[in-house]
């Protein structure tokens, strides 16, 4: 069974830093393209950041130069440092798993954790 688990999220002041972490166990992790999602209240799903099995990440313009996704084989997780963080990045953040190696199957989603910047 495929299992993504995040933790990290939590209440911040404008300006400040969070770091989520993603554990993924019941697949081989280095099959698997990891992203980054968040969804704020009112609003679709939007893709924030990438990271395929070779390391190689892409970002959504609104975070480029803030966020920094990160992946470790050897630990099976994924990471989401943010940076100078503004209210418009409140929601919850889901991590998100997807093998692309023969045969393709995903994507997996964990359950969440919810990130507020505000005052």
């Known amino acids: 069974q495929v299992k993504l688990v995040e933790s990290g999220g939590g209440l911040v002041q404008p300006g400040g830093s969070l770091r989520l972490s993603c554990e993924v166990s019941?697949?081989?992790?280095?099959?698997?393209?990891m992203a980054w999602y968040r969804q704020a209240p009112g609003k679709e799903r939007e893709e924030v950041a990438t990271c395929n099995r070779f390391g190689h990440t892409v970002y959504t313009e609104s975070v480029q130069g803030r966020f920094t996704i990160s992946r470790d084989n050897a630990k099976n997780t994924v990471d989401l440092q943010m940076d100078s963080l503004t209210p418009d990045d409140t929601g919850v953040y889901f991590c998100?798993?997807?093998?692309?190696?023969?045969?393709?199957?995903?994507?997996?989603w964990g359950q969440g954790t919810q990130v507020t910047v505000s005052l």
């Open positions: 019941g697949i081989t992790f280095d099959t698997l393209m």
């Open positions: 998100s798993a997807r093998r692309v190696t023969f045969p393709e199957i995903g994507p997996f």
